[in-house]
């Protein structure tokens, strides 16, 4: 079963991979094509208390984040096909994660325990976590600008208003 609402991304111009938290605690992805084909469950483990996030890179690096047990964030990348190991990328989150891919790297984040949005980025070398603002009630959403440098972050505030915030992705 599904403990969380599901992740998705488009993987190619007919293929989506879908991601959901189990009520093992696990991430779970399967392939689901434009003709309605697919593959079964893939069980990816890990021990995660959040719904995934998913980002894909225009090299095809498939990237899932959610939170772990410790609190922290963790992520798992399939390159050429081939899933490497769950590993902390740390912080410490009151939400579930986002992620997104920028012309500079992936880019992740989410809400601090001081309900702030934490972001953390990565070009050829993780920067530090770092605080963008904000006191949010809910995670936040991440995407790319349309040109593709900077990165959008959406989240609801304790006024229940939505705030949006535009910023270098690095």
């Known amino acids: 079963g599904m403990y ?3 992740a998705t991304v488009a993987v190619n111009a007919t293929t989506t991979e879908v991601f959901i938290h189990g009520l093992d605690n696990h991430i ?5 094509t434009d003709s309605g084909g697919g593959s079964g469950w893939t069980d990816l483990g890990g021990l995660l208390t959040s719904r995934p996030a998913v980002t894909v890179s225009a090299g095809g690096v498939l990237t899932v984040v ?4 410790d609190g922290a964030a963790w992520m798992r990348e399939r390159t050429g096909g081939t899933w490497g190991a769950w590993q902390s990328i740390g912080g410490n989150f009151s939400s579930a994660l986002t992620a997104a891919t920028t012309t500079a790297g992936l880019i992740v984040g989410g809400l601090g ?3 702030e949005v934490w972001v953390r980025n990565r070009t050829t070398a993780w920067s530090a976590w770092r605080s963008v603002g904000g006191l949010g009630t809910t995670e936040p959403a991440l995407t790319a600008t349309s040109g593709g440098g900077g990165v959008a972050v959406v ?9 949006l915030r535009v ?4």
């Open 4 to 6: 969380d609402g599901p």
């Open 28 to 32: 779970y992805t399967r392939t689901v």
């Open 66 to 69: 959610a939170r772990g047990g």
């Open 113 to 115: 325990g001081n309900g």
């Open 155 to 163: 989240m609801r505030g304790g006024n229940s208003a939505y705030w």
């Open 167 to 170: 910023g270098n992705a690095t």
